[in-house]
C-alpha cells in the first residue's frame, strides 16, 4: 500500500537523522573545548597556536568534526563512525604534546572518547581496550621520539590517566548495561502494552457490534444515573419514549404502566429502581403514544464493586408488542367464543330437561341416550365456564368468614371415589378450626382442582395429602402427590393456560390444561400466591398460601373500586 511505503520511507529518514545527529552531538564537546583552548591560548601562552604539534592535533580536531557531519554514516558498515572517537585519541595525544608546558592536564580531555566509546554496541572487553589504549597513547605519545632521561623522569605517572580512565569506562559500561536493560524492558512492557491495547479495541469493536445486531435494547449507568453505554436499539427506544416534542431534557415523557396511560413516575421507572439495587424482570412498560406505541419487556440487574458497592446497573428492554397484542387477541377470541358458546348450550340442556320430563316417558334405551348428551352438554358446558373464568384478567371473589377445616373435608370426601377408582389414598391432616375470610365457592373450585390433578396424574396409585397449617399472617395449604411429577422448567409453566406436559400427553390424560391456570387466578384475587415443586417419578407438592382475615377483604375492596 503507498500509505505503508511512505510511512517506511519517513522511518527510514528519521533513523538516518537519528544516527547522524547522536555522531555529531558526541563529537561536538570535544571541538568545542577544543576551539576554546585555542582561542584563549594565545592570551595564556603567546605562540601557543604557533606551535605544530599543538596546530595539527587543533586541525585533527576539527577535520574529525567536519567528517562527522558530512559522511553519510547510515549508508557505511555498522561500526564505521567509531572510526572518530579512535582518532580522537591521538589528535588529543598532539593538542597535549603542544600544551605541554603552559596546560598539561589536557589528558583530561580523553573523557569524551571514552565515554562515547564505552556507550557503543562494541563488546566490553573492546571497548575497555580501546579506552585505556588511546588514554596511554596520550600519556606516552611524548615518550614516543628519542628517549630523553629528563624527559622520562617527568612521565613517571604515564599510567595514571589510563587506570582512571579504565575505571572510568568501567562504570560508565555498567550504568549503560543498567540503562538498556531498563529501555528493553520498558520497550516489551510497551509492546505488551500496544498488543492490550489493540486486542481491548478489537474485543470493544467486536462488542459494539454484537450489541448493535441484537434486537434488545441494552443501557449501562453509573450509580450517579449517567448512561455510560447504550446500543442502537435502545436509542429508538428512547426516541419513542421522548416524543416528537422533546425539547432535549433528561426525562423521558412518554413511559407508561401496564394500562397504557397512566404516566409512570419517576420513581417506579426501570433505571430508577436499578440503581436502588432492586432486580427485576418481565416489567412490562409502554413508550410512544398513538399508533408507534410499543410495549417494552424490561428487566434490570445492579452492578456493584468488589466491596458490594453500587456502581451502576444494567437495563435490557425487549419489544414484546407483538406477543401482548396476540395475548389480548386470544384472550378477546376466547372471552367471544365462550360467550357463543354459553346461550346454546344452556337451551340444549333446556330442551333435554324438557325432554326427560316430558308426559309421555320416553323409552328405556332413548332415555340413555339423552342421559348422555345431557352429559356431555354439561361437560362442554364446564370447560365454556371455564374458558370465561381465564380470559378475564381477574377471578371476583366474594369474601365471608368461612372455616376452611370444613371445605377441605367437604373436598375429600366429594374426590374420595374418584380416588378408589384410580387406586389413590386421601388423608388429610389439617387444624380445625381455620376460620378466615375467603369466598367458599372458589376455595372449593381450588381445592377441587388440585386434588383432581393429584389424583388424576397418580396413574398407579400412592397417596395424596392435603395439609394445612395457619401462622400470624397466613394460612398454607399443601396438596401433595406421589405420582408422575414433573421437571423443573415444566413446574414453572405449569399455571399457563392451555400447557400440558409432555409427560400427560403421552399418556393420554385427559384435560385442556385450564384448570391449574384457573386456580392460580383465584388465589391471586384472594391476595395470595400459589407455588409447585416437583421431581419427575416423584410427585408434586402444591402450596397456596392465603392471608388470614383482612388481608382479603382489602384486595376485594380493591377489586370491586376498580370495577366500578
Avoid at 135 to 153: K, N, Q, R
Avoid at 211 to 236: C, I, K, P, S, Y
Avoid at 378 to 403: F, I, N, W, Y
Wanted: overall charge negative; hydrophobic content about 45%.
Amino acid at each position: 500500500m503507498p500509505s505503508d511505503t511512505t510511512a517506511l520511507r519517513l522511518r527510514a529518514v528519521a533513523s538516518k537523522i537519528t544516527v547522524h545527529r547522536s555522531i555529531v552531538l558526541c563529537q561536538i564537546p570535544l571541538s568545542v573545548i577544543v576551539v576554546v583552548i585555542g582561542i584563549t591560548g594565545p592570551i595564556l601562552r603567546p605562540g601557543l597556536m604557533s606551535d605544530p604539534t599543538f596546530e595539527l592535533g587543533f586541525s585533527a580536531i576539527l577535520v574529525l568534526l567536519a567528517v562527522s557531519v558530512l559522511v553519510p554514516w547510515r549508508e557505511l558498515p555498522r561500526g564505521s563512525l567509531l572510526l572518530i572517537p579512535v582518532l580522537d585519541f591521538p589528535a588529543i595525544a598532539l593538542i597535549r604534546a603542544g600544551a605541554m608546558e603552559s596546560q598539561p592536564a589536557l589528558g583530561v580531555l580523553a573523557i569524551f572518547p571514552v565515554l562515547w566509546l564505552m556507550r557503543s554496541s562494541l563488546p566490553t572487553w573492546a571497548a575497555l581496550a580501546l579506552a585505556s589504549g588511546g588514554s596511554l597513547l596520550i600519556t606516552a605519545w611524548p615518550l614516543l621520539g628519542a628517549f630523553d632521561p629528563a624527559l622520562a623522569h617527568s612521565y613517571l605517572g604515564v599510567l595514571l590517566l589510563p587506570i582512571v580512565m579504565l575505571c572510568i569506562g568501567v562504570i560508565v559500561r555498567i550504568m549503560s548495561l543498567n540503562a538498556w536493560a531498563r529501555e528493553i524492558e520498558i520497550e516489551q512492557k510497551d509492546r505488551e502494552l500496544n498488543e492490550l491495547l489493540r486486542a481491548a479495541i478489537d474485543r470493544e469493536r467486536v462488542l459494539t457490534a454484537i450489541l448493535n445486531t441484537v434486537d434488545v435494547g441494552l443501557t449501562a449507568v453509573d450509580a450517579q444515573g449517567t448512561t455510560t453505554m447504550t446500543n442502537r436499539q435502545q436509542e429508538l427506544f428512547n426516541r419513542l419514549a421522548a416524543g416528537p416534542d422533546d425539547d432535549g431534557g433528561t426525562a423521558p415523557s412518554l413511559v407508561f404502566g401496564a394500562d397504557r396511560t397512566t404516566c409512570l413516575p419517576a420513581n417506579r421507572r426501570p433505571i430508577y429502581r436499578a440503581l436502588t439495587g432492586e432486580t427485576f424482570a418481565d416489567e412490562l412498560v409502554w413508550v410512544g403514544d398513538g399508533d408507534a406505541q410499543r410495549a417494552l419487556s424490561t428487566a434490570a440487574r445492579p452492578i456493584t464493586n468488589a466491596q458490594g458497592e453500587l456502581t451502576g446497573a444494567l437495563i435490557a428492554c425487549s419489544d414484546v408488542t407483538e406477543l401482548v397484542e396476540a395475548v389480548t387477541a386470544k384472550d378477546t377470541f376466547i372471552s367471544n367464543i365462550s360467550h357463543e358458546f354459553h346461550a346454546p348450550l344452556t337451551s340444549v340442556l333446556g330442551y333435554l330437561e324438557l325432554v326427560l320430563e316430558d308426559e309421555h316417558p320416553l323409552p328405556p334405551h332413548l332415555r340413555g341416550y339423552v342421559d348422555v348428551a345431557g352429559r356431555n352438554a354439561e361437560r362442554v358446558l364446564h370447560l365454556v365456564a371455564d374458558l370465561l373464568s381465564t380470559a378475564g384478567d381477574q377471578v371476583r371473589v366474594h369474601p365471608r368468614p368461612v372455616d376452611l377445616a370444613a371445605l377441605i373435608e367437604m373436598s375429600v370426601r366429594s374426590n374420595r371415589l374418584r380416588a378408589q377408582k384410580n387406586r389413590v389414598k386421601l388423608r388429610s391432616d389439617v387444624q380445625e378450626p381455620l376460620w378466615t375470610l375467603l369466598d367458599p365457592l372458589r376455595i372449593s373450585q381450588v381445592l377441587d382442582n388440585l386434588l383432581s390433578n393429584a389424583i388424576k396424574y397418580s396413574p398407579d396409585g400412592g397417596i395424596v395429602t392435603v395439609h394445612a397449617e395457619e401462622s400470624e399472617s397466613a394460612i398454607a395449604l399443601h396438596v401433595e402427590d406421589r405420582g408422575m411429577g414433573m421437571t423443573e422448567q415444566e413446574a414453572q409453566q405449569v399455571f399457563s393456560r392451555f400447557y400440558r406436559t409432555p409427560s400427560a400427553r403421552r399418556a393420554d390424560i385427559a384435560g385442556a390444561g385450564l384448570g391449574l391456570a384457573i386456580t392460580r387466578s383465584i388465589v391471586e384475587s384472594h391476595g395470595g400466591s400459589i407455588r409447585c415443586a416437583s421431581s419427575p417419578g416423584k410427585g408434586s407438592r402444591f402450596t397456596v398460601t392465603l392471608p388470614v382475615n383482612g388481608e382479603v377483604g382489602r384486595v376485594h375492596q380493591h377489586s370491586l373500586e376498580e370495577s366500578a
